[in-house]
């Protein structure tokens, strides 16, 4: 077991599921940062 700031002990399960929240959160953030410099690039890069 770990411990967080309060003191409290946290299970290694609780843990590893705040993780993969985590990793969660940085895929969509990755996914999305993509999809937007996508844009930005067509956006700056367009000829008619």
């Known amino acids: ?3 967080n700031e309060g003191g ?3 299970p ?4 590893r599921l705040q993780c993969k929240g985590l990793g969660k959160f ?3 953030e990755r ?3 993509y999809i937007i410099r996508t ?3 067509t956006l700056l ?3 008619d």
């Open 45 to 47: 890069c367009w000829r």
């Open 8 to 10: 409290a002990a946290v």
């Open 1 to 3: 077991m770990s411990q």
């Open 12 to 15: 290694a399960t609780k843990k």
């Open 39 to 41: 844009c930005v690039v």
């Open 26 to 28: 940085v895929k969509q």
């Open 31 to 33: 996914a999305r940062i």
